[in-house]
């Protein structure tokens, strides 16, 4: 049975882990959060599996290397799948300044694997 305890103490472990930088330790965590056979939908980027994300968020903390993962503003839960609202920081490349990004995920388990995540993230916008 999944707890909402758990699924918090994931998520906070999850973006903990990115902020590292650690493809290792990113590696590994995902690989214990999600089915081997997980399903990952992004509108900007269609639809990847297990390693096509991993390849994904690679180029993005390289693209970005000082790239910051907020802890979720929201979480939700109902039966098999949450909700997660958080935003993320970094300096953009072209001009310099700080910006953030708001972003959503929703995903559905099945026992305590994520088997697909759905993401939207918004446009970066440059901080105050």
């Not at 089915?35 to 990847?48: E, I, K, M, R, T």
């Not at 993005?60 to 039966?79: C, R, T, V």
Request: overall charge negative; hydrophobic content about 35%; charged content about 25%.
């Amino acid at each position: 049975m999944l707890s909402e305890q758990k699924v918090r103490e994931d998520a906070l472990r999850w973006f903990g882990t990115c902020n590292t930088k650690d493809m290792n330790a990113i590696t590994s965590l995902w690989n214990e959060l999600v089915a081997p056979n997980v399903v990952y939908h992004n509108p900007d980027v269609g639809v990847l599996g297990r390693e096509g994300f991993l390849e994904l968020l690679r180029g993005f903390l390289n693209e970005s290397p000082d790239l910051h993962y907020k802890a979720p503003d929201d979480l939700i839960m109902q039966g098999d799948k949450i909700a997660v609202r958080h935003s993320y920081s970094r300096t953009d490349p072209a001009s310099g300044k700080r910006q953030t990004c708001l972003d959503m995920y929703i995903c559905y388990f099945s026992g305590d694997k994520i088997t697909e995540v759905w993401e939207v993230a918004g446009p970066w916008q440059d901080e105050a």
